[in-house]
Structures are given as structure tokens and as C-alpha cells.
């Protein structure tokens, strides 16, 4: 009786494998398979653009990492700002990462953002800002995009939500959202820290360095070639792992 049964079982299961190498053979699951055996690709994020279209107004080696969060600024570089702080050029990813230096006692000046039509850096107090529209912010869980026309600014928010402001409005925004935009950061980089001292256990070679920001951390794995294979979260993750140890 048992083996009636196992021969049935195995029976079943050649009968299935057959099915589906008919269903092979016909071009029905080839899509499939094409597509199963292909690598994921990385969905592209509305902020980012390639780096040699990415301005850079920071000097230094790590001057293509927020100087607050260390994230690559060209990733973010629709968001980004700048501005003088102590006679120095600091870039950063967003409006929240501005704000934070403001909180800190910061004072910046020369103020400017990226048109996100031009991918140029503008005066920050003659743009057109878009705040909370669908497409993602950059730190903060309400967007906040920046035009140096205010017809490009009202035919964003039409397309993609939002309201029209000024520079004040996105600030007062910032720093009224700042507590609970900097729990989620807080939250997120905490998880990728974990990931950062796996990845940094298994791929990286090791350093007794001690480094004052997730940036400073950046430039040394890539220019001491510390670590294999490293994509941008891997690197940004290991950065974080390496300033909070």
C-alpha cells in the first residue's frame, strides 16, 4: 500500500513537470523566466541625477556627502541646499539636514537650493518651493521641491500635488516637523547601522580610525579602498556603522 502510494506521489509530480515544459515550450513562461533570471534593478528616486550632473559647491574629499546625515549628494540632489557657515561652503542633502545646523546654532548665510527644473543652485529666498507634493522628501516625510520660476512651481504642484511657497514657509515647515522627521532618521539609521556592521564584519577590512561624521567615515572606506563591492546604501550603511561605534 505504501508503495502505491509513492509510486502515485511521483507519478503526480512527473505529470506536473511535463505540464509545465509544455507550457515552456509554447512560449507561455518564458516572460517569466526571462524575467525571474534577470538581476533587480534599483527603482531610480525622483531626487537623484547622474554625478557629473550634479553641482557640487563644497571642497574637501568628502565634499559629495551631506556634511549633517553623509549621505551622496547627487542621490539626493534635487533637495539639496547650500550655504556659508563660518566662512566654510557646506552642501547638504535637504532642508531638514539645514535645519539641524540651524537647531545646533549655526548660522548660515548665502542661502541657496537647486532648481529642480535647471538642476541650478538659486538664491533660497527667490525660489518658488512646492511643499507636500507626492513625490518623496528628502529626510522628512513631507516633501519640499524648489523652482526658480513660479510657473514651473504651480505646474509641479498641479501634476504632483502640493502647495506653492516661499523659502520662509519650506523653513517654518522644516523646523515644525524637525522632532518628528528626526525620530523616523533616527529610527532608519539605527537599522542601517546594523546592516552596516554586518557588512563591514564580512566585507571590509578593518580600522581603529574614529570618525566625526557618517561623511568623514564615507571618504575614508572609499579612498582607503576598506571595503569590496559596496553599492550607495551599503556604503552609506557601513558609514553610519563606523561614526556610531
Known amino acids: 500500500m505504501k508503495k502505491t502510494h509513492i509510486a502515485l506521489l511521483i507519478l503526480g509530480a512527473l505529470i506536473s513537470v511535463s505540464q509545465a515544459e509544455m507550457k515552456c515550450a509554447s512560449g507561455k513562461c518564458g516572460a517569466a ?46 533637495t539639496n541646499h547650500a550655504a556659508t557657515v563660518n566662512g566654510k561652503v557646506k552642501q547638504y542633502c535637504s532642508i531638514h539636514c539645514l535645519a539641524e545646523d540651524m537647531q545646533k546654532g549655526a548660522k548660515p548665510t548665502d542661502i541657496q537650493v537647486v532648481d529642480v527644473a535647471t538642476l541650478k543652485f538659486i538664491p533660497a529666498n527667490k525660489a518658488f518651493y512646492v511643499l507636500g507634493s507626492h513625490k518623496k522628501g528628502t529626510m522628512t516625510m513631507v516633501s519640499k521641491y524648489a523652482f526658480g520660476s513660479k510657473a514651473d512651481a504651480e505646474d509641479f504642484a498641479k ?36 546592516r552596516g ?9 578593518k580600522t581603529e580610525e574614529k570618525f566625526a561624521s557618517t561623511a568623514e567615515a564615507k571618504t575614508y572606506v572609499v579612498s582607503h579602498k576598506l571595503c569590496d563591492g559596496l553599492n550607495g546604501k551599503q556604503l552609506q550603511a557601513v558609514g553610519l556603522y563606523l561614526h556610531q561605534k
Open 159 to 194: 501634476a504632483n500635488g502640493g502647495k506653492v511657497t516661499d523659502f520662509k514657509g519650506v523653513l517654518d515647515a522644516a523646523k515644525a516637523e524637525f522632532e518628528q522627521d528626526s525620530k523616523m532618521i533616527a529610527k532608519k539609521q539605527a537599522m542601517m547601522a546594523k
Open 33 to 78: 523566466m526571462k524575467q525571474a533570471s534577470q538581476p533587480k534593478k534599483m527603482m531610480k528616486m525622483f531626487q537623484s541625477v547622474p554625478k557629473e550632473k550634479a553641482i557640487l559647491l563644497q571642497k574637501g574629499e568628502a565634499k559629495a556627502f551631506c556634511p549633517k546625515c553623509g549621505m551622496t549628494l547627487p542621490m539626493f540632489y534635487k
Open 197 to 205: 556592521a554586518v557588512l563591514y564584519a564580512n566585507k571590509c577590512q
